[in-house]
């Protein structure tokens, strides 16, 4: 968002909220400028290393990881072991020092002669600041085999831009329209390619076939968190940027370290301890850094929650405590607040969706394992003794759960929204394992637990991010449902020792309502030039009433499907109070159509600020084939790349077995669409006021996940 977005913002925010906002954000930055003050002077790293909580693991089999999961991890470990990487559509590269990129979007990056610092430390000078080095070097000397390669955790690969790994996290901004993405390093330095790399030490463990030795992959998830932790130093370089991408970070790093306890595996003692002190740093990080405000709060808060919730399971002593405690409150908090009564999220993306959705997911999963000590120690927190951006929880934390510890502090209703979510990923994922993309798509994850590939992946793995099944997998296993065999579940089951929380019955779904004839009237009536009527022919015959329908008002979703044939319908009313708008899209009363071999499909993002041109082509509304006068703009993108000012909002008026309707308003006009289905084909009727009607659009080359097409 520029600074136009900033202030249109604070003039819809209530004058006392405004000066609350400004104070605060003028005491953070004093704050931060002294603590760079301290970390220039006497380094970044924190002093602590915690104890672990002998309780922080999670107990797999080899039979828990399906022979489809082994196929693919086999193949991507490969690759990981060799530092190559895939990050967001780069293509299999190696982010090595010195990297040469092709470039991207029209911008190449010539390296900057950096070399890789050796064996001995020598080159870290050029990483790392003065006042880390020593600490750095110690943590250097602790990479394990011969034959490391050094990661550059600062390089874009794909445009070869490359962050200075020695300036504060906080003086960079993010580069808009460059060619250069800030996502890239920050996708690599999630490491969350090292718990897969611990589920193949499992089954190393176990003697499955084609895997490295145990201990390869023990050697290269220590050593992998060594060069990191390293040439990372808290605060320093582009990976403590944004708070989101610390807490994911922590958590892989606490899954990991949980997936090789449960196995009865261990890092090396001076890697374990590494660990513990990094874990500390990213604690005190997030909690000092939390994305929260009273409006807007996002999947970044959610994230923040879930790293801080992952860290406190993980360690043990009083801060750790008061991280767990504060997480597990506010995580159920924000699970009721961020998802709508539907299940949908308020975000108006269905990627930020399962994103959100598994973090909850986890999180109720962790919570759940807790006993009745843990829920008192949490009971027995001491606060900040200076305030976080967000209230610290009243103890004792309610229990509005069923059954003992952990179980009793998870309410029905956040259980409830969360089925509902996952219900909402069933009805959108297409039979070709790809989900419909509504809003923005960022192939943002917060474990990656089930990479699945795409077919045609001959030559080199390809991930589908547009596969979502686990997600709804993982939210059965929290009700003890039905097991379809993916880790996310094995992993819930784990942590609730085969308990399960008590799932209310949903609701009644939404009944029909509306007249066609009422919806066809108004377009009948409107001029020629104001109207279209589209005829797609389907590839069989199916009778209308035989199509089965899931509604989701509150998110603005209407799907039909029958079969491998799916129709999506976009009709969303305006965004609850509260609610972000920076990855929703001008798609109001589009459509999707996957009718064999006729396909119009939502394209999704391709990429956020590399290119400005191509962050707004793929969100407006001509590439959602949505029905809008010619030359008039609903919905405007000047605030900033994640900013989106819309004029109207729609509301459905009919949803029948064989026809879905809605109209947008806006001050001075409308738009409708009806869509209705026979035997042999669907229709779709358009009409807007005033006319023209816009041209149906050109299809954009659909992004099969962020960056790639």
């Known amino acids: 968002?520029?600074?136009?977005?900033?202030?249109?913002?604070?003039?819809?925010?209530?004058?006392?909220?405004?000066?609350?906002?400004?104070?605060?954000?003028?005491?953070?930055?004093?704050?931060?400028?002294?603590?760079?003050?301290?970390?220039?002077?006497?380094?970044?790293?924190?002093?602590?290393?915690?104890?672990?909580?002998?309780?922080?693991?999670?107990?797999?089999?080899?039979?828990?990881?399906?022979?489809?999961?082994?196929?693919?991890?086999?193949?991507?470990?490969?690759?990981?072991?060799?530092?190559?990487?895939?990050?967001?559509?780069?293509?299999?590269?190696?982010?090595?020092?010195?990297?040469?990129?092709?470039?991207?979007?029209?911008?190449?990056?010539?390296?900057?002669?950096?070399?890789?610092?050796?064996?001995?430390?020598?080159?870290?000078?050029?990483?790392?600041?003065?006042?880390?080095?020593?600490?750095?070097?110690?943590?250097?000397?602790?990479?394990?085999?011969?034959?490391?390669?050094?990661?550059?955790?600062?390089?874009?690969?794909?445009?070869?831009?490359?962050?200075?790994?020695?300036?504060?996290?906080?003086?960079?901004?993010?580069?808009?329209?460059?060619?250069?993405?800030?996502?890239?390093?920050?996708?690599?330095?999630?490491?969350?390619?090292?718990?897969?790399?611990?589920?193949?030490?499992?089954?190393?463990?176990?003697?499955?076939?084609?895997?490295?030795?145990?201990?390869?992959?023990?050697?290269?998830?220590?050593?992998?968190?060594?060069?990191?932790?390293?040439?990372?130093?808290?605060?320093?370089?582009?990976?403590?940027?944004?708070?989101?991408?610390?807490?994911?970070?922590?958590?892989?790093?606490?899954?990991?370290?949980?997936?090789?306890?449960?196995?009865?595996?261990?890092?090396?003692?001076?890697?374990?301890?590494?660990?513990?002190?990094?874990?500390?740093?990213?604690?005190?990080?997030?909690?000092?850094?939390?994305?929260?405000?009273?409006?807007?709060?996002?999947?970044?808060?959610?994230?923040?929650?879930?790293?801080?919730?992952?860290?406190?399971?993980?360690?043990?002593?009083?801060?750790?405590?008061?991280?767990?405690?504060?997480?597990?409150?506010?995580?159920?908090?924000?699970?009721?607040?961020?998802?709508?009564?539907?299940?949908?999220?308020?975000?108006?993306?269905?990627?930020?969706?399962?994103?959100?959705?598994?973090?909850?997911?986890?999180?109720?999963?962790?919570?759940?394992?807790?006993?009745?000590?843990?829920?008192?120690?949490?009971?027995?927190?001491?606060?900040?003794?200076?305030?976080?951006?967000?209230?610290y929880p009243q103890l004792p934390l309610p229990r509005p759960g069923r059954g003992e510890g952990g179980m009793a502090l998870v309410g029905p209703h956040v259980l409830r929204k969360l089925a509902d979510a996952a219900r909402l990923t069933r009805a959108i994922q297409g039979d070709d394992a790809m989900v419909v993309q509504i809003g923005d798509t960022d192939s943002g994850r917060f474990f990656k637990l089930t990479p699945t590939l795409f077919g045609d992946s001959a030559s080199e793995p390809i991930e589908n991010t547009l596969d979502h099944r686990a997600f709804p997998d993982m939210v059965d296993a929290l009700s003890g449902g039905a097991q379809n065999e993916t880790v996310e579940g094995a992993v819930v089951r784990s942590l609730l020792s085969d308990c399960a929380f008590a799932v209310p019955e949903r609701t009644v779904s939404l009944a029909d309502f509306g007249e066609p004839d009422a919806a066809l009237k108004q377009w009948n009536e409107a001029p020629d030039g104001s109207k279209r009527l589209r005829h797609i022919e389907l590839p069989r015959p199916v009778d209308p009433s035989t199509w089965t329908r899931e509604a989701f008002p509150d998110f603005g979703l209407y799907v039909y499907r029958s079969g491998d044939l799916m129709v999506t319908f976009r009709c969303a009313g305006a965004p609850v109070e509260g609610a972000p708008r920076g990855h929703r899209h001008d798609d109001n009363l589009g459509v999707e159509l996957r009718l064999g071999d006729y396909q119009r499909r939502d394209p999704g993002s391709f990429v956020y600020t590399p290119s400005v041109a191509r962050r707004n082509a793929y969100r407006a509304a001509v590439a959602h084939d949505a029905p809008r006068p010619l030359g008039l703009t609903i919905a405007t993108m000047k605030a900033g790349l994640f900013d989106l000012d819309e004029s109207g909002f729609a509301h459905c008026l009919c949803w029948r077995p064989d026809t879905v309707a809605g109209e947008l308003l806006w001050a001075g006009g409308s738009a409708l669409r009806v869509i209705k289905f026979s035997h042999q084909d669907v229709r779709i009727y358009d009409c807007v006021t005033p006319g023209p009607i816009a041209d149906v659009g050109p299809v954009l080359p659909v992004a099969r996940g962020y960056g790639l097409i």
Not at 99 to 108: D, E, I, Q, Y
Not at 341 to 361: F, K, M, Q
Request: hydrophobic fraction near 45%.
């Open 1 to 391: 968002m520029d600074i136009r977005g900033y202030i249109r913002q604070v003039r819809s925010l209530p004058l006392d909220m405004t000066m609350r906002k400004a104070a605060r954000l003028a005491a953070r930055t004093a704050r931060a400028r002294m603590k760079l003050a301290a970390d220039i002077v006497s380094g970044s790293y924190g002093g602590r290393q915690p104890n672990f909580n002998p309780a922080a693991r999670i107990v797999l089999a080899a039979a828990d990881v399906p022979s489809d999961l082994c196929r693919t991890l086999l193949a991507l470990s490969a690759r990981y072991l060799e530092h190559r990487f895939d990050l967001l559509g780069s293509g299999w590269v190696s982010p090595v020092y010195g990297f040469s990129a092709k470039g991207f979007l029209g911008h190449r990056y010539e390296p900057n002669g950096l070399a890789a610092p050796l064996r001995n430390g020598e080159g870290l000078e050029t990483v790392v600041n003065r006042s880390n080095l020593a600490i750095a070097s110690a943590i250097w000397g602790m990479i394990e085999q011969s034959s490391y390669v050094p990661i550059d955790w600062q390089v874009d690969v794909r445009s070869g831009y490359r962050w200075d790994g020695q300036r504060p996290s906080m003086s960079f901004g993010i580069p808009v329209d460059i060619g250069a993405d800030i996502k890239v390093p920050w996708e690599l330095a999630r490491l969350q390619h090292l718990p897969q790399l611990a589920l193949c030490a499992l089954l190393a463990k176990a003697g499955a076939e084609g895997f490295e030795t145990l201990q390869r992959y023990i050697d290269e998830i220590g050593d992998q968190i060594a060069d990191f932790t390293a040439t990372n130093p808290p605060r320093f370089g582009v990976n403590w940027v944004g708070t989101m991408d610390v807490a994911i970070r922590a958590a892989n790093i606490a899954l990991t370290r949980a997936i090789l306890a449960g196995a009865g595996l261990s890092l090396p003692p001076n890697i374990d301890g590494l660990v513990a002190q990094t874990l500390g740093d990213h604690g005190d990080f997030i909690a000092e850094h939390l994305e929260y405000s009273e409006v807007g709060r996002s999947n970044h808060y959610l994230a923040d929650l879930g790293g801080l919730l992952w860290i406190g399971w993980t360690l043990e002593g009083e801060a750790a405590t008061r991280w767990l405690t504060f997480a597990t409150a506010e995580l159920l908090a924000e699970a009721e607040h961020q998802f709508l009564p539907d299940g949908g999220n308020y975000e108006g993306s269905t990627n930020y969706h399962r994103l959100s959705g598994e973090i909850v997911a986890f999180g109720l999963a962790l919570i759940g394992s807790l006993d009745a000590n843990d829920v008192a120690r949490l009971d027995g927190a001491m606060a900040p003794e200076r305030a976080w951006r967000a209230l």
